[in-house]
């Protein structure tokens, strides 16, 4: 990957993941990488550790590089952690009075457990929810004002006597009428000047209170933190860094530490948001505006689509059993990775996860103590993995703990080893397909306009199988695949997100609508302004969700046209235009209303960042060389084919592979089937051509 | 290996497609429906079967829908035949001929074919807003016959050989209020349909239509194979569980015994009352298919629903009885009243035998379920243009799950075990912004009922007036009024469902949970209390830190904690010393209350029994030998054959509604062991008699 400079600028990415911190230097026409470990707990530690590496690789010293670093940019699990762990503080909760079982009852959603149904993860426990008397209706008009005693009451009782550490308010309509909610937010802060207050009206005004009311809570309940980074700012402020940094947010954008910390909740996603930043460049590098990423990791499976050149996005979800509204690049985790595990069911058929072994004890060729065989083990006895230079040789893996494993699989399905371990990948990789297949019909898209970017150290054995499956014909593996987060932690823009329901059917009264307009890029922009962008740096667009009444699934349109009502009514064609594509025209009545459900405004800043840009090596010459051959299963019951293993350091653009072929990189491996092309593009990626 | 020559990797290759097929049919589905009963509840599915109707899988949430496919499909077969052909969709929503719950769970099938021959069927259903009839929503319980309930289609053409059939079409715009509405969501079951055809013949092209063929039978006989041996891990006998059904002060019993016997079960309802000119009259396809949709959702939860899981049960309805009831028999409730009795009862049939038997699923235990305690309303009103529009309160369908062996109920859940949810609410402003209604609270339903070591959970409690329009118009469809389901293992029973209008000037009305056209004018509101199923254990064990948990959270009054559960709480504090002196105060006074066990039991337990492997025959009452013994306290109560309750003393309390709360207590103790709510004067609802008892008697 070239890293080049964009307003000759030194930018610095990092990610802060599970195991290892990456960090990507870019500066001029060249970049370095780095990895350290992650330390738990001291999040700065590991940061510092990293960039002193990467600077030294670079030349030179982490106090000689920091006053020159333009752009710093964060992509942190501080707040995954929080959640994922459940660590986050004890939070209390006052809502409208009667209604204050809402969040325990949770729309009625139940999960599944063993067998069980049972009631999601709360943020909170109900003893610390309370109602106070107050009601705005659907029209936004003040039914009972807020009595203020009653707050304070409430705010007593949660703080002093049950426990609460930080607060939430979440009323019924506030997101048409916030005086109530503001009016008690000022209160709670005037009582307890050190308690986090957070109000889902102030952060996310959108319609539908369980979902906004999470968002306040999971913001409550991750207030704090982001302790670690904000010393971390002072520690780089210290060392001589003079932009701040800017944090990788949910939404594939960036903001200041202080905005973070405002809205912790927002960096929920951010190191896989940042990957989803570094696919965009790649697309956009190699001129693609369709495509689905990949990433296998250990324990999961992560996809995420890009169409028409822009991220995918949703405005609710799940995260790590949570169910919130937010706005955040749409990334899908399915249970199927490099650890899943292989097991026979009781209808005595091969199953293959959702049951990981993780990083320990890991794949039983790990040599960490476990024994089950896993996607990796099957790998391994395949031949698609060399044990001898695992991850770029940062690790020798017990290739014959992988062979003993998948013959006990074998064993209880009367199958070989390498049966079994080619039934283990294929079984891996028709979940991996379902998952996919289910999200392409969730958009209503073909998966055969797309193509497939593989990321993540493992995805690039997939890549080309699944896009067979699906019909894909084009697969791309980036390079440094493994540290691409680090590189969007660098890349992305700074972003903000303002929407409010309207909740109206076309036309809409332009007046309503270009005073919720003007209000919300005003908003964007204040934003932006506190993120430090200056205002000629600004652009704000406009977007729309918008379905049939009272359907549940909107589609989103970009806003480019006036808001009068002839404007409006070739914006609402726009939508039915889309809606045919996707559904068949024989999915829409003559006449159905339309509903204008939520208006957006996203607000870009430009910064220094890093960009990918084209490089102009010595021009191929010859063929490209061959590092030495592995034997590799093709398929069932065959012997194994001596298959062309190539040093991707060594590729040129322009020369051309054919499959079957392994491609080893520093800390990936991407597989070529048999019949595929394969070639590097001048930005260094890697392009696959599937017959 | 098998003699397909499918393997176990092409099989879980095979099964992932199909499964993915299914979710692409009904994911279409929920995004292209525009009724928020579908889209937002998701009462829809989609369904593929064996070109004879056998259930290859299914997507969506509706397992109940996922059996009655199958029916549909072998009507149509049946009223089509040969002229079935590739492009055609066929319709039908008539319980009595093909159709589907009921007549609003319309049921669109699309043959599919592979060079030119039937492989598959696609069938998709959904809950249409309305299909017309003589109220909004097609749901009156004052229809006294099929005839005024809704429009009825037996198996007839949408689509023939991809020609619409505008005429069909017109017939069904023509009678349904919302038509708009209905044919859009019409279309998106359509849509669905025709995505899963187009991904099953992209899977026959792919793999062969043989190994195609081969794959989905090998995967029918392995279910087949696994529910058949988790059948045998049952304790062969008979068990008998009587449900009720109520009609005002009128009511249906519904008796079912279920034979276990080796790898089969069989389900009997002989004894059933004659068909009714109400709208619960039912179908043996309805009951068969929420029989083994929720039975095997316990035995084979962590396999999904197939044919295979059919084949080994077989369930006998008597002909013209309310559970196999014919034209002119209103049905509109055939898959809620009667249906869901029978079913509870089967379930609870399965659970005792799990409970006596030796089975994988034996930490999955809880008592009678929880759907018969619903309570669903349709509301319709008047729009500003004069048309008329409407939903369906599925708040209403929010009950509270029985309490498992080792846990609490689930609240507003209707099952605690299950493979997957169900349905699912709307956000309250949602609700307000899609109709002219203002909610004045919604919470979890307060109260003692339920009451065990383990309490069930409690069903949802919600008022809401008329707000921008005059008045809204509803039809209350409470299942029960007067007979709460019962618990298990001592669990008392859990709540019925009760409905309050509120007039502005706070005059109260209970309201029949019965009652068509109920007007609820500006000004006014209606309250609703959705009921909820039984405990598990005698609620004077409980702990109780639970108690005071539930006091805090005002689920109880101290009063209640005191009286039902015999914990003292002051100021928030458990009094230890107060608890221990009632507890002991309220069994004794059970037992001078009890009048003394039918066949008492003085005799000392058979000679060695005490010392024999305690096997159970109910939760808390185990046989050793030829003896049955209370669990907790060692009580001889009955020898084999006798039935064990007969050794209990008996408690009797009116529950009102001529129904009464009858407890069958340790005769030492004083312990619940049983506890039923029952009509005054009917036998024990409960006859667990594996086989090993009964023919204990004669070792």
């Known amino acids: 990957m070239g890293i080049a400079e964009e307003d000759e600028s030194v930018c610095v990415g990092v990610d802060v993941g599970g195991t290892f911190t990456d960090v990507v230097l870019s500066a001029g026409a060249q970049v370095w990488s780095a990895k350290a470990p992650t330390t738990p707990g001291a999040l700065g530690r590991g940061v510092l550790d990293a960039c002193r590496l990467v600077a030294g690789r670079a030349g030179t010293t982490l106090e000689e590089l920091l006053p020159k670093v333009t752009r710093f940019g964060l992509g942190t699990t501080a707040v995954t952690n929080t959640i994922a762990a459940r660590t986050g503080l004890d939070v209390g909760l006052i809502t409208t009075r009667g209604f204050e079982d809402l969040v325990p009852i949770a729309r009625g959603k139940r999960v599944s457990s063993d067998g069980w149904l049972l009631p999601p993860v709360a943020l909170v426990d109900r003893e610390r929810i309370l109602g106070v008397p107050e009601r705005v209706d659907r029209n936004g008009t003040m039914l009972v004002e807020l009595d203020r005693e009653r707050v304070r009451e409430a705010g007593r009782e949660l703080v002093e006597h049950r426990g609460a550490r930080s607060l939430a308010v979440s009323f019924l309509w506030s997101f048409l009428n916030d005086a109530n909610e503001r009016a008690a937010v000022a209160e709670l802060a005037g009582l307890f000047p050190g308690v986090p207050v957070m109000s889902g009206a102030d952060l996310l005004p959108v319609i539908r209170e369980y979902e906004r009311t999470q968002f306040a809570l999971l913001n409550a309940y991750t207030a704090g933190s982001l ?164 991850l770029g040789g940062a690790m020798v893996l017990d290739a014959e703990a992988a062979r003993a494993a998948c013959t006990r699989v074998g064993e209880q399905l009367g199958l070989d080893r390498t049966d079994a371990a080619w039934g283990i990948w294929e079984v891996a990789l028709a979940s991996m397909a379902r998952a996919l297949r289910a999200r392409f019909a969730e958009r209503g898209v073909d998966p055969r306009t797309f193509a497939m970017l593989s990321m993540g150290g493992c995805g690039a054995l997939f890549g080309a199988a699944l896009a067979r499956d699906l019909g894909i014909r084009r697969v791309l593996v980036p390079d440094l695949a493994s540290v691409l987060s680090a590189f969007g932690a660098a890349a992305s823009q700074v972003r903000r997100e303002r929407s409010r329901s309207v909740g109206a059917l076309f036309p809409v009264d332009p007046g309503l609508l270009g005073g919720i307009v003007e209000e919300l890029t005003r908003a964007v922009r204040d934003d932006l302004a506190a993120d430090g962008v200056a205002p000629g740096d600004i652009t704000v667009e406009l977007a729309a969700d918008v379905r049939f009444h009272r359907q549940t699934f909107e589609l989103p349109i970009i806003w480019d046209d006036g808001l009068d009502e002839a404007a409006q009514l070739r914006q609402r064609d726009r939508f039915l235009d889309d809606y045919t594509a996707r559904y068949g025209k024989g999915a829409i009545v003559a006449g159905a209303p339309v509903e204008l459900v939520t208006v957006r405004a996203v607000g870009l800043g430009r910064t220094a960042r890093a960009g990918l840009t084209r490089v102009t090596p010595a021009p191929a010459t010859g063929e490209p060389r061959i590092l030495g051959s592995r034997p590799v299963y093709l398929g069932r019951s065959s012997e194994p084919v001596k298959v062309p293993v190539y040093d991707r350091a060594d590729l040129r653009p322009g020369q051309q592979i054919t499959g079957p072929a392994l491609i080893d990189a520093a800390d990936t491996t991407s597989w070529v089937p048999p019949g595929a092309g394969a070639r590097l593009d001048e930005f260094l990626t890697l392009e696959m051509e599937l017959s | 290996m098998t003699n397909t020559g499918l393997d176990p990797i092409e099989l879980q290759v095979l099964r992932s497609r199909l499964q993915a097929v299914a979710e692409e049919g009904a994911i279409t589905i929920e995004r292209t429906a525009i009724s928020p009963i579908i889209s937002e509840s998701r009462d829809y599915s989609c369904t593929l079967l064996e070109a004879n109707g056998d259930l290859i899988v299914a997507g969506g949430a509706i397992s109940h829908h996922f059996g009655i496919c199958g029916h549909a499909v072998r009507a149509t077969l049946a009223t089509h035949g040969e002229s079935v052909a590739p492009g055609d969709v066929f319709f039908c929503n008539d319980p009595h001929n093909g159709g589907g719950l009921h007549a609003q769970d319309v049921v669109v099938q699309l043959p599919v074919f592979v060079d030119g021959e039937l492989v598959a069927w696609v069938a998709n259903s959904g809950h249409m807003l309305d299909m017309g009839g003589m109220v909004f929503g097609s749901w009156s319980p004052d229809a006294t016959d099929c005839y005024q309930e809704a429009l009825r289609l037996p198996p007839v053409r949408l689509f023939r050989q991809g020609e619409e059939q505008t005429d069909v079409w017109q017939i069904i715009r023509t009678n349904v209020r919302t038509p708009d509405v209905v044919e859009m969501d019409l279309r998106g079951l359509v849509a669905g349909c025709e995505v899963a055809r187009d991904k099953l013949v992209g899977i026959a092209r792919l793999t062969g239509r043989e190994h195609l063929l081969d794959g989905i039978g090998e995967l029918r006989r392995r279910a087949e194979r696994e529910m058949r041996r988790r059948i045998t891990q049952l304790a062969d006998g008979v068990y008998r569980y009587t449900g009720w059904t109520e009609w005002y002060d009128e009511r249906y019993e519904i008796p079912c015994t279920m034979t276990v016997a080796g790898d089969t079960l069989h389900f009997d309802f002989s004894g059933a009352p004659g068909q009714t000119n109400h709208f619960f009259n039912t179908k043996p396809h309805i009951i068969t298919a929420q029989i083994v949709g929720d039975g095997s959702d316990v035995l084979t939860h962590d396999i999904p629903l197939s044919q295979g899981m059919f084949n080994p049960v077989t369930v006998h309805c008597p002909a013209n009885s309310i559970v196999n009831s014919n034209p002119p028999a209103p049905v509109a409730s055939a898959h809620i009243d009667v249906s869901l009795t029978a079913s509870m009862a089967a379930h609870q049939c399965i659970m005792l035998a799990v409970a006596a038997g030796s089975s994988d699923v034996a930490r999955l235990l809880t008592g009678p379920v929880a759907p018969s305690a619903m309570a669903i309303q349709t509301w319709a009103y008047t729009t500003p243009q004069g048309y008329p529009d409407g939903w369906m309160m599925l708040d209403g369908a929010m009950a509270g799950t029985a309490a498992a062996y080792d846990r609490d109920g689930t609240d507003l859940c209707n099952f605690i075990v299950a493979r997957k949810p169900i349905l699912e609410a709307i956000d309250v402003e949602m609700l307000e912004a899609w109709y002219p209604v203002l909610v004045d609270f919604k919470r979890i339903r307060p109260g003692a009922f339920g009451a065990g070591r383990f309490r069930g959970g409690s069903g949802c409690n919600m008022q809401f007036g008329p707000y921008g329009v005059d008045a809204v118009v509803g039809q209350l469809l409470a299942v029960r009024e007067h007979l709460p389901p019962n618990g298990s293992g001592g669990g008392r029973p859990g709540s019925v469902s009760e409905f309050v209008l509120r007039s502005g000037a706070g005059e109260e009305r209970a309201l029949p949970g019965k009652s068509g056209a109920v007007v609820v004018s500006a000004g006014e509101s209606i309250e609703f209390r959705i009921g909820s199923a039984g405990g598990h254990g005698d609620p004077l064990d409980r702990d109780p830190d639970a108690v005071a948990r539930d006091v805090r959270l005002t689920r109880l009054t101290e009063a209640e904690a005191l009286a039902v559960y015999g914990v003292a709480i002051v100021d928030g504090a458990i009094d230890a010393e107060r608890t221990a002196r009632t507890r002991a105060t309220l069994l004794r006074e059970r037992l001078d209350a009890a009048r003394p066990p039918s066949r008492p039991r003085s005799a000392p337990a058979n000679e060695g029994d005490r010392e024999r492997p305690a096997q159970t025959i109910y939760p808390g009452v185990d046989q050793r030998g030829g003896t049955a013994f209370a669990r907790a306290s060692g009580v001889v109560l009955a020898h084999a054959p006798d039935v064990w309750t007969d050794g209990c003393p008996v408690l009797e309390q009116p529950l009102g509604g001529a129904v009464v709360e009858r407890s069958y207590l340790d005769p030492v103790t004083g312990r619940l062991l049983l506890v039923e709510a029952v009509p005054a004067g009917a036998a024990c609802s409960v006859v667990s008699s594996p086989r090993r008892w009964t023919e204990a008697a004669s070792v």
């Not at chain 1, 609710?316 to 919130?324: A, D, P």
């Not at chain 1, 690049?329 to 097991?343: F, K, L, R, Y």
């Open chain 1, 227 to 390: 302790d670690g980074v904000v010393e971390l700012a002072d520690e780089l402020e210290k060392l001589g860094l003079r932009r701040p940094p800017l944090l990788v947010h949910s939404g594939a954008g960036s903001i200041s530490v202080a905005e973070g910390r405002r809205m912790p909740a927002l960096l929920a996603e951010s190191g896989p948001a940042a990957g989803v930043v570094a696919a965009l460049e790649v697309c956009r590098s190699a001129g693609i505006t369709d495509a689905v990423t990949g990433d296998v990791g250990g324990t999961s499976f992560d996809l995420s689509f890009i169409s028409g050149g822009e991220a995918g996005r949703r405005s609710n979800g799940e995260l790590m059993g949570i169910w919130t509204a937010m706005p955040m690049v749409d990334i899908d985790s399915v249970g199927a990775g490099g650890g899943s595990i292989a097991w026979v069911d009781s209808l005595g058929i091969l199953r293959v996860g959702p049951r990981s072994a993780g990083a320990q004890p890991g794949p039983a060729c790990y040599g960490r103590g476990g024994t089950e065989a896993t996607v990796t083990d099957a790998l391994v006895v395949l031949g698609y993995i060399d044990p001898d230079n695992f």
